[in-house]
């Protein structure tokens, strides 16, 4: 396992939408080593491959409860809407306020290629939005208010 410089903003890498991993190789496996490692060395809540500037749709995302890995992950169903406040690795000193689903259900691959389905409520539910978001190329200050730095 090796860290990861993160991508951060003002590098196009960051706006541009991920593919579709059609093969989990060696090459998949290792990222995700790689991510979880650039994570925790991070103290961050998740990451997204464009942040270590890969543009493959791979996620990983720990809020204290495990390491969940997400390959092609897609928010399959969502409830609710709640605001709070939010931080991103990319973004670093910065927060803002973003309304996001108070749950959400969602289908991706496990480093396996089975099929995984994961429920969140909350700040998972907020995590999982932000990481899936990168892998479309938005930021969490394209929907902030508020945006400000950190006190
Ligand atoms: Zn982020």
């Known amino acids: 396992m090796a860290m990861r410089n993160i991508v951060k903003q003002g590098d196009d ?3 541009k939408k991920s593919k579709v991993v059609e ?3 060696d090459r998949i496996i290792e990222l995700l080593n790689d991510m979880a ?3 925790y060395n991070n103290n961050g809540v998740g990451l997204a491959a464009p942040q270590v500037g890969v543009l493959k749709r791979v996620i990983v995302v720990d809020i204290g409860e495990g ?3 997400l390959i092609n992950p897609e ?5 609710g809407e709640i605001e709070d406040e939010e931080g ?3 973004i670093p000193g910065i ?9 959400v259900k969602v289908k991706g691959l496990n480093r396996n290629g089975e099929e995984v389905i994961y429920e969140g409520e ?11 978001d990168h892998l479309d190329g938005i930021l969490f200050i394209d929907k902030a208010e508020n945006v400000r730095p950190v006190e």
Request: aromatic share 10%; net charge negative.
């Open 122 to 132: 909350g700040f998972l539910a907020r995590a999982f939005c932000h990481e899936i």
């Open 67 to 69: 390491l969940i890995e």
């Open 88 to 90: 991103c690795l990319s």
């Open 13 to 15: 890498v960051l706006l």
């Open 23 to 25: 093969n989990i190789n």
């Open 95 to 103: 927060w803002g306020t973003v309304k996001r689903p108070q749950y």
């Open 37 to 39: 490692e650039t994570l």
């Open 75 to 79: 928010i399959i169903e969502v409830q």
